[in-house]
């Protein structure tokens, strides 16, 4: 019996690669016998190795091939050749299922040249329309334009991807003993061999938004070393000119390796220290992996409900600001974000027991810290430590949680039809909520008339191109509901994804797509107003 053959597309970043790991264990578990077949940019290829439950690491830049495809600056010619040499050699094409865990138009055409039986994600039809095949996958998608709702860490959202109930509540990665020995020799030929407790320092991230101040870095390994602990600074070969500044203004106090670690030396680092103060980057997430404890410093658009490391017990500082996190493409005018989180706060998160956070409650003016839990079922949470002036609205965010769970796991039926009513007067929402039951109503009539137009045959073609005309009134309101009501704007925002990849090249495939969508929508609706009536009904009983 021949084995199931399962690949998965992730064209991202290490830290993204890293947390698939629990996915990829789901898949390779849910599976009796599998090949688990990772594909990935050639520069995380030997971090993908590393992951254990991956059978097969195949490298390929399809950001380059696509460059080649350029009509004035590429090379036709070496496209071709590239492509035929991959498709050849990788032995990849014709896979029992294909997991696309990046959200580009590169991946989605590679998706579907690879001929799976099933693709889940975004890939392309055979008239090369793009489509998302997967309500999480839609879901995800829908998220990225704005995050302030999501209610989801970016390794539960993968888990989702998978079949079957399996869920991991930790991180991944493979360290060898010559790691641990190549990683020795460096720490000792950089002076630290009479010194081994070392805390991990990692200054830089993928944009200059998401970095702490480098001198507050500085001030953070000389404060250290007078409780008798060295500093160790790591990072790319990009990141290299920054860390020795850090290493120079910190006096010798910490010292920089960056640039000089492969993934595996890195690891075996992070394995061997008592703690690692890094960015929202990769080696917080490889650091999880290896089960070092982490303080994530998250400014600018950095996340840490959405991104920060999985696991148990690491600890998280975010600004406390209404502006942040910001949004990806927000320019940051006033700098707030470093400045607001200080050395103390750092110090005390390295150095001090989180329990004592209630005792001082001062020394935590103008952050929010975090403590990260993961239960057994893969649920992850941020455990607020303190009182800050702007903390997240985690009574809406564990609404919108139950919302996703239910609308696309339980069975279509799980609402029943007295939900349809709307809540009372009154309510924050309420007067949302009515607009977009407006909307269901105005497209379930819409594609019930289109259907009926198409079952009426030829003869019916000025009705159909009226029906297909007022597809996009109700489409349009739906985005524009979006722009105005933000607390109710992530199922708009889904169903706009959704109608944007609808999976038929034909007009009844279509149709029918258009009708599952619709059956969602107002699955969603009902489901957000018995929510919202259960809220009022709270409000109600706790006055009485």
Same mark, same amino acid.
């Given at each position: 019996?021949?084995?199931?053959?399962?690949?998965?597309?992730?064209?991202?970043?290490?830290?993204?690669?890293?947390?698939?790991?629990?996915?990829?264990?789901?898949?390779?578990?849910?599976?009796?016998?599998?090949?688990?077949?990772?594909?990935?940019?050639?520069?995380?290829?030997?971090?993908?190795?590393?992951?254990?439950?991956?059978?097969?690491?195949?490298?390929?830049?399809?950001?380059?091939?696509?460059?080649?495809?350029?009509?004035?600056?590429?090379?036709?010619?070496?496209?071709?050749?590239?492509?035929?040499?991959?498709?050849?050699?990788?032995?990849?094409?014709?896979?029992?299922?294909?997991?696309?865990?990046?959200?580009?138009?590169?991946?989605?055409?590679?998706?579907?040249?690879?001929?799976?039986?099933?693709?889940?994600?975004?890939?392309?039809?055979?008239?090369?329309?793009?489509?998302?095949?997967?309500?999480?996958?839609?879901?995800?998608?829908?998220?990225?334009?704005?995050?302030?709702?999501?209610?989801?860490?970016? +390794?539960?959202?993968?888990?989702?991807?998978?079949?079957?109930? +399996?869920?991991?509540?930790?991180?991944?990665?493979?360290?060898?003993?010559?790691?641990?020995?190549?990683?020795?020799?460096?720490?000792?030929?950089?002076?630290?061999?009479?010194?081994?407790?070392?805390?991990?320092?990692?200054?830089?991230?993928?944009?200059?938004?998401?970095?702490?101040?480098?001198?507050?870095?500085?001030?953070?390994?000389?404060?250290?070393?007078?409780?008798?602990?060295?500093?160790?600074?790591?990072?790319?070969?990009?990141?290299?000119?920054?860390?020795?500044?850090?290493?120079?203004?910190?006096?010798?106090?910490?010292?920089?390796?960056?640039?000089?670690?492969?993934?595996?030396?890195?690891?075996?680092?992070?394995?061997?220290?008592?703690?690692?103060?890094?960015?929202?980057?990769?080696?917080?997430?490889?650091?999880?992996?290896?089960?070092?404890?982490?303080?994530?410093?998250?400014?600018?658009?950095?996340?840490?409900?959405?991104?920060?490391?999985?696991?148990?017990?690491?600890?998280?500082?975010?600004?406390?600001?209404?502006?942040?996190?910001?949004?990806?493409?927000?320019?940051?005018?006033?700098?707030?974000?470093?400045?607001?989180?200080?050395?103390?706060?750092?110090?005390?998160?390295?150095?001090?027991?989180?329990?004592?956070?209630?005792?001082?409650?001062?020394?935590?003016?103008?952050?929010?810290?975090?403590?990260?839990? +993961?239960?057994?079922?893969?649920?992850?949470?941020?455990?607020?430590?303190?009182?800050?002036?702007?903390?997240?609205?985690?009574?809406?965010?564990?609404?919108?949680?139950?919302?996703?769970?239910?609308?696309?796991?339980?069975?279509?039926?799980?609402?029943?039809?007295?939900?349809?009513?709307?809540?009372?007067?009154?309510?924050?929402?309420?007067?949302?909520?009515?607009?977009?039951?407006?909307?269901?109503?105005?497209?379930?009539?819409? +594609?019930?008339?289109?259907?009926?137009?198409?079952?009426?045959?030829?003869?019916?073609?000025?009705?159909?191109?009226?029906?297909?005309?007022?597809?996009?009134?109700?489409?349009?309101?739906?985005?524009?509901?979006?722009?105005?009501?933000?607390?109710?704007?992530?199922?708009?925002?889904?169903?706009?994804?959704?109608?944007?990849?609808?999976?038929?090249?034909?007009?009844?495939?279509?149709?029918?797509?258009?009708?599952?969508?619709?059956?969602?929508?107002?699955?969603?609706?009902?489901?957000?107003?018995?929510?919202?009536?259960?809220?009022?009904?709270?409000?109600?009983?706790?006055?009485?």
């Amino acid at each position: 019996m021949s084995r199931e053959r399962i690949v998965v597309v992730n064209f991202t970043r290490m830290g993204d690669v890293i947390q698939s790991g629990p996915l990829l264990r789901s898949l390779k578990q849910n599976a009796r016998e599998c090949e688990l077949i990772l594909i990935v940019f050639s520069s995380f290829a030997e971090t993908a190795r590393r992951l254990p439950m991956v059978d097969r690491v195949v490298a390929f830049d399809v950001d380059h091939l696509v460059g080649e495809l350029d009509s004035r600056r590429g090379r036709w010619e070496h496209a071709y050749r590239d492509a035929a040499r991959f498709f050849q050699d990788s032995n990849v094409c014709d896979a029992d299922a294909v997991y696309n865990l990046a959200h580009t138009r590169q991946s989605a055409m590679l998706c579907a040249l690879l001929r799976a039986s099933v693709t889940h994600g975004m890939t392309r039809s055979p008239a090369g329309r793009i489509r998302v095949h997967g309500e999480w996958f839609a879901y995800l998608f829908s998220i990225m334009r704005e995050r302030s709702l999501n209610p989801f860490n970016l +390794v539960e959202i993968y888990q989702r991807f998978g079949e079957g109930a +399996v869920r991991s509540d930790h991180l991944e990665f493979s360290v060898t003993n010559a790691d641990r020995q190549e990683a020795n020799a460096l720490l000792t030929t950089m002076g630290l061999s009479n010194a081994p407790r070392y805390v991990v320092l990692q200054s830089g991230a993928s944009s200059p938004a998401r970095q702490w101040p480098a001198d507050r870095f500085a001030a953070v390994a000389q404060a250290l070393s007078k409780h008798g602990v060295r500093s160790v600074l790591t990072g790319s070969a990009a990141e290299q000119i920054t860390a020795e500044a850090i290493s120079r203004l910190s006096g010798g106090a910490a010292i920089s390796i960056a640039g000089r670690t492969n993934v595996g030396v890195l690891a075996a680092v992070l394995e061997g220290a008592e703690k690692v103060l890094s960015n929202d980057t990769g080696t917080i997430h490889l650091a999880a992996a290896v089960g070092t404890p982490t303080v994530g410093v998250f400014i600018g658009p950095a996340s840490a409900k959405d991104t920060a490391p999985y696991g148990n017990g690491h600890l998280i500082l975010e600004p406390d600001l209404e502006c942040a996190p910001c949004g990806y493409h927000d320019e940051c005018r006033g700098r707030e974000c470093g400045a607001r989180i200080g050395v103390d706060h750092v110090l005390s998160a390295l150095l001090g027991d989180p329990q004592d956070m209630d005792e001082n409650e001062s020394l935590w003016d103008g952050v929010r810290a975090y403590r990260t839990e +993961v239960e057994r079922n893969g649920r992850f949470r941020l455990r607020l430590l303190n009182h800050p002036r702007i903390p997240s609205d985690s009574r809406l965010l564990e609404g919108y949680r139950e919302f996703w769970e239910t609308l696309f796991q339980r069975p279509p039926d799980c609402v029943s039809s007295s939900e349809e009513r709307l809540p009372a007067r009154g309510s924050e929402d309420s007067e949302g909520l009515r607009k977009l039951a407006g909307i269901f109503r105005n497209a379930k009539q819409q +594609v019930a008339t289109l259907r009926a137009s198409l079952e009426d045959g030829i003869q019916s073609s000025g009705r159909i191109t009226t029906a297909l005309s007022n597809q996009m009134v109700w489409q349009n309101a739906l985005r524009e509901f979006a722009e105005r009501d933000l607390r109710l704007a992530p199922l708009p925002r889904y169903l706009i994804v959704r109608l944007s990849t609808v999976y038929g090249d034909e007009v009844n495939e279509y149709l029918s797509d258009l009708e599952s969508i619709v059956e969602t929508f107002g699955r969603g609706v009902r489901l957000l107003s018995a929510q919202e009536r259960n809220r009022v009904e709270e409000v109600v009983h706790a006055l009485a």
